[in-house]
């Protein structure tokens, strides 16, 4: 795409929203629009970029939570804005319903790219954050879109998102898949069983009309290995972590001291790496976990602490799952990422 919103407009929109400046930056992109600069460009090149970058800060330890959200919810009213600019095509090209996958609360990718589609000419129901399948399916139902658009931006969301696939292909809706959390170039949506994945918002716009209709494949998905131990580790979870705590105790002394903030971000990461655990012996992909891994040890070492705790942890997991071959496989290379 081509680059029509310089860089110090960029910088300028960055520091709105570090100041949570929200009419400021609501009026800043009213007037790019003004301006003539295309809607979607204001959609990607400002919003979507912009809060990437306040991603990187949170994850540099820059920014706080209560920042990132304070830009989030800037960025959101900034879409909301664009978005009563985008008269809806006549005839539209057919109807798509775009939701978010259980559990999965990243709702301004999936809102973008419902926005970028509107551009594009399509009927759009933006249906939000996490829907759970059974009310996605009733309103499939009713709605009878072209395709249901999933958005999963969590790899650990993805036996969610197996779910929902499955669940609208079987009321014959094609689904097509997209999101940061289905990987590079969508390669975990494949697995899943989607009938079409696409990472990029445009070119997925344009290309929708040559795509439908797909015929919804039947289940169940012949690309997965389909031992349960995905199941099996997220059914452990909590011994998995209790077991990881008690590891850590030992090894760490230092733990006996934490303050009660201190041990429940600690749980929450050992929840996180179960999760992450699970969700690439789903698709088969240790790959995923090892990034997973080598991700935490950037935001702890921002947080500093130490990454030997990482290992402890997954040591504590590989004694608990002695029995689960693939398990101990994606374990051990996480060590050795290590
Ligand atoms: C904002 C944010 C949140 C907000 C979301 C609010 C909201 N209304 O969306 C809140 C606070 C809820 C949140 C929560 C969490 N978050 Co968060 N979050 C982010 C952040 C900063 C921005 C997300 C975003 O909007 N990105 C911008 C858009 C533009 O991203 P995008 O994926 O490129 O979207 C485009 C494409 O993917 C595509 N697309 C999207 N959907 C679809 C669908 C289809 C069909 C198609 C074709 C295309 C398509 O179109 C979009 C436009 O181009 C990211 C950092 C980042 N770099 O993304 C972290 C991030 C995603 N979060 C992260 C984490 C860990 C969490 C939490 C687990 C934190 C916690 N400890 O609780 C929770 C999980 C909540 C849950 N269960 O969902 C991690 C994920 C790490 C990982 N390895 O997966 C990230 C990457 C942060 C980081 N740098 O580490 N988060």
Redesign the pocket.
Known sequence: MSQTIPEADREHYMRLLEDAAEPEAVDFAQKLLARGVPAQEVL?QL??AS??E???R??ENRWSVAQ??AA?HLN?QVVAAVATTIRPAQPSRGRIA?ACVD????????R??AE?LRLHGWEVRFLG?SVPGPHLVSYLHSYDPLAL???C?????LAAAKRTIEAAQEAGVAV??????FGENGRWARRLGADRV??D?VQ?AQELAAWLPATPRSSPHPLLVGDDEDVMVSKHKQSLVDSGMRLLGERFPALARYSGHQRQATL?DLG?IADFLSASLLVDDAEMFTS?IG?LCI?LESRRVPISTVDVVLEAYQRELYDYPRALRHLSAGRRQL
Do not use: K
């Open positions: 990607l919003v979507a809060q990437a306040v991603g990187r949170w994850a990132e959200h989030t959101e775009v559990g999965e609360w990243h709702s301004l990718p999936a973008l790219f970028v954050a658009a999933v958005s931006s969590l790899p650990t969301r097509l898949a997209g999101g940061a959390g696409a990472t918002a997925a929450e996180h997973f991700w935001i």
